[in-house]
Each structure stands twice: as C-alpha cells, then as structure tokens.
C-alpha cells in the first residue's frame, strides 16, 4: 500500500511540473557554479590566506567552493522538500482530496509514511546528485577534490530528508502557506545557529558557542550540516582548520556518529508524532 502512496506521490509531483522547474534552475545553478570555479582557480594565485590556515592555495579553494556548494545544495533541497511536503494532510483535506485515500484498507499510517518516502528519496537523490555535480566540476576545473566525496552528500541528503519530516508534520496541524512559512523559519533558527558558532569560535566566546552547540542539537538537520563540512577536510591534510572558515553558515563544530544517530532517533520521533497526530485529526 504504501508503494502505491509513492507512486502517487510523484506522479503528483510530474503533473505539477516541479521536477521540471527544478531541474532547470538546477542547471542553472551549476553553471554559474563553474564560472565561479573558473574564474577562482584562474586567479587561485592572488587569494591571501588567513593567517591561521596553513594549507595551499588550491587545496584551500576547493573546500572552500565545495563548502558553498554544500550549502547550496542543501538549501535547494530544502526548498523541494517544503514544496513536496507542506499541504500533504491539511492542504490535501480542504480540496477534499486526502478522505478517499484514507479510508481502509489504506489507513492513515500508510498514506503518511508513503508521502514521506517519496518526498525524502526524491530531496535525497536531488541533493545528491547536486553535489556530486558540483564536487566533479572543481574536481575537473581546479583538479583538487575533497576529502571525502559520497559520503559528505549522503549526510546532507539525510539532513533534507529530516526537513521533509518537519514539514509533514507541520501540515498536519497548518495550512500550506502558514507551514510553508514555519518551516522556512525553522531552517533559518538553523541557519542562525551555524552564524552563532562562527561569532563563538572567532570571538573565543564559550557562552555563544554552548549555545550554538545546542541549538544545533536541537535542530540536527544543521548538525548533520555541519558533520558533512567537516567530512570534506577528514582525510585531507594541512586542511584541518579550513572547514571552520567557510562562512557564516559553514562552521563544522559539531559531528560524528553521535550526532547521526541523534538524527536518526530525532527523525523517529517526528514520524510517530506525525502518526499518531494525524490519528487524531478530523478530516
């Protein structure tokens, strides 16, 4: 049953033209990605280092672009997932479309768990794809690669699959619009969490740096952003330091299997909330 929910799902999804529309902004993205590696990699030579990495210049570069296209991707991913997911139960049950699917031997159960999957393998897939994409092109452009190249997408796949979550179980409680606009929110708290973890680390504050540590523990789809960062630099020597300067939003401060497993745990208990939410909901 739950099969049939994801076909459905993404036929949905092809009839709304959605992977259309991404797919072109989406290479539109790319390209304007390789102008920017070749332009950099051109002038990899006039680049001024801080004075606290101590790595080459290209090397630098790369986990620099790779740090940028990370974001992006997991930004573009974000936005697919809030699309895909916001008007699911709520939306769906004003157009008067949900109560046919829900009666047995279908169930409510089935239907969000279907919904869920398609949402997350399609946002994985595309995350993946975008930044293995953007990891060939400063591969090929500047020919340096980063530490750890599938891995480090699979972990922001999983943190989009996570926003997919939140999202589901925000429609069951808001309209399409007033969830779109929750979880949008949301995604900058996490956002903001990363900025306070520069701000601690380049003030030397312990406080703000506490404080970014558990905001990011509390929304994990930043820590697994975070552990993916530090992923790219894991078997790449003279870089230790470099993935601590890759922006506002692009501090690994946190990382590891405690915060994968966290993720996951945290992934559980958003689906059975979700569950047992929509359970009780009145259709």
């Given at each position: ?7 459905y799902a993404?036929?949905?999804a092809?009839r709304?033209r959605v ?9 539109l ?6 102008l ?11 680049v001024?280092l801080?004075?606290d990495?101590h790595a080459?210049?290209r090397?630098?570069?790369g986990?620099?672009?790779s ?9 573009l ?5 809030v699309f ?9 049950a004003?157009r ?5 699917l829900v ?7 089935s ?6 999957v398609?949402?997350?393998?399609v946002?994985?897939a595309?995350?993946?794809a ?10 090929l ?5 980063p530490?750890?190249?599938f891995?480090p997408?699979?972990t922001l ?13 925000g ?20 956002l903001?969490s990363?900025l ?20 990011a523990?509390a929304l994990?789809f ?11 630099t894991?078997?790449?020597t ?5 993935v601590?300067?890759l ?8 990382g590891g299997?405690s ?19 929509f359970a009780r909901?009145?259709?």
């Open positions: 049953m739950i099969g049939v929910v994801v076909t993404l036929r949905e092809l709304r992977f259309l529309v991404v797919l072109l902004l989406t290479l993205f790319l390209a304007l990605y390789a920017a590696n070749y332009y950099v990699f051109r002038d990899v030579a006039a001024h801080p004075e990495v080459d210049k090397s630098f570069a986990v620099f672009l740090g940028l296209a990370m974001f992006a991707a997991l930004f991913g974000v936005v697919l997932a895909l997911t916001l008007g699911v139960v709520a939306g769906d004003e008067g479309l949900l109560q046919p009666v047995r031997p279908l169930g409510r159960a239907l969000l768990v279907g919904r869920f398609a949402a997350a393998a946002c994985a595309y995350v993946l975008v930044y293995l994409g953007a990891t060939l092109i400063t591969g452009i500047g020919h340096t690669w530490g750890a190249v891995w997408g699979v796949a999983a943190a989009v699959a996570l926003v997919a979550a939140i999202s589901l179980l429609s069951i409680f808001l309209s399409g619009t007033a969830n779109g606009i929750a979880v949008f929110m949301i995604f900058g708290a996490g903001v990363g306070l973890g520069t701000v601690g680390h380049a003030l030397g504050s312990h406080t703000i740096s506490h404080a970014a540590h558990i905001a523990w994990p930043e820590a697994l952003y975070q552990d993916a960062l530090r992923q790219i894991e078997h790449t003279g870089l230790a330091g470099v601590l300067q922006g506002p939003f692009g501090g690994a401060y946190v299997w915060v994968r497993l966290w993720a996951a745990g945290y992934l559980g208990a958003v689906g059975l909330l979700a569950i047992r939410a909901r009145d259709l």
